[in-house]
């Protein structure tokens, strides 16, 4: 049986290896994810450590960026210079750096929020844009393009369309509001606020930040593993395959 330092690996030996299937190394060596690999006379594929590294780099890379941008760095490895590979993983890192930014930025607005009783206001309260607009200290433009995106919905109450917030949804507001202050950006909070709507008591805000957190720690470890694994590739490379 090859083990990781056998000069020669069948396809299966490297999808047991990278944990993934026969057919995902194939599609891989296609989509010039792993390099070309040799033939036995009988038509079989000979994989070598190069091929190993590069579906291991592929797997970690696509749970920390995702399967199309790991695709594209791994296949910069073998097709570019050293230095346009590593900027774009160097980018990657960067990006998910952003995010962790804007968790704690956002971690920070949930403390605010949690000193908010929705509770304590009457289910038949509700306010108009003007003055929501007022309360929050933003322009009644800003609430406006809130409810385009879907991250703060009001009723609309007369033939004319006349937007009136109620309690639940001057929190949303209020919400994105804090969010929004705090960094948050308008494609991420288009995710987290339906989850937001289910509850909305702070230990949801923090439940979803919780599951955030974790989230890009994970994705943070993929792209360290990927890393490990970018670099067995480029060493391999280096002494010619």
């Known amino acids: 049986m090859p083990t990781l330092k056998s000069s020669a690996l069948r396809t299966v030996d490297v999808a047991r290896r990278a944990g993934c299937s026969v057919q995902q190394v194939r599609n891989l060596e296609r989509d010039g994810v792993l390099p070309p690999a040799t033939r036995t006379a009988a038509g079989y594929r000979v994989y070598r450590e190069v091929h190993l590294h590069s579906a291991l780099a592929y797997r970690f890379l696509a749970a920390g960026t995702g399967p199309v941008e790991a695709k594209r760095i791994v296949r910069a490895v073998h097709q570019c210079p050293a230095s346009e590979a590593l900027a774009l993983l160097d980018a990657a890192h960067a990006r998910l750096d952003r995010e962790r930014t804007d968790l704690g930025l956002a971690e920070e607005a949930a403390e605010a ?31 406006r393009h809130w409810d385009a995106e879907g991250l703060a919905v009001p009723d609309r109450v007369t033939p004319r369309g006349t937007r009136r917030y109620s309690p639940a949804q001057a929190r949303d507001a209020r919400i994105v509001h804090q969010l929004r202050s705090a960094g948050y950006r308008i494609g991420p909070l288009r995710t987290l606020m339906p989850d937001l709507r289910q509850g909305h008591r702070s230990q949801d805000v923090r439940a979803v930040l919780a599951a955030r957190d974790a989230s890009i720690a994970a994705r943070s470890r993929a792209l360290f593993d990927a890393t490990v694994a970018l670099g067995a590739v480029l060493a391999t490379e280096a002494q010619g395959g």
């Not at 509770?119 to 609430?143: F, I, K, W």
């Open 113 to 143: 929020i949690s000193a908010e009783l929705i509770e304590d206001v009457s289910p038949s309260d509700t306010m108009s844009v003007s003055a929501l607009a007022a309360a929050l200290g933003v322009r009644p433009s800003t609430l």
